[in-house]
């Protein structure tokens, strides 16, 4: 270990945890305001066969979901830490299968190309955002 290495203390991680949730937050809610007023993107799923509702995304979801997956990543990035050898390296590997998964549901959905790409933006955003900032943690 290098002298100039700190060791991952709670607190760093707290702290990580949290800026990287904030910027992915900033960065995903520019993506979807800019791309739901210059590209007139609605972001409504229609309903699966045998409802009638549709749902619709809205920033407070985008809010919420970035949040609750910084926190998981971070979670999970604080256990790689204290009982694994190689934490980076796991968290790594997980982070990218996680990302990959990530693409299923907006690739899936019954909606125009544009949607897909702006939710699979989001997801590639904070996940970049999140990794990045926990690694320099």
Known sequence: MDSDVQPLTARRLFYAGSISAAL???????????SRNLFGIDY????PPGSNDAFTVSATNVVLDTVIMA???????ALFSKFSSHPVRLFLILSVVVLGLSFIFPLLLPVGL????SLSLMHLA????????????
């Not at 926190?71 to 990035?77: D, H, I, N, S, W």
């Not at 544009?114 to 790409?117: G, I, L, R, T, V």
């Open 24 to 34: 992915a937050v900033v960065v995903n809610l520019a993506v979807y305001f800019i």
């Open 44 to 47: 409504v799923i229609p309903p």
């Open 71 to 77: 926190l998981g990543a971070t979670l999970v990035y």
């Open 114 to 117: 544009p949607m897909k790409f």
């Open 126 to 137: 904070a996940a970049a955002i999140i990794v990045a900032r926990l690694l320099r943690a």
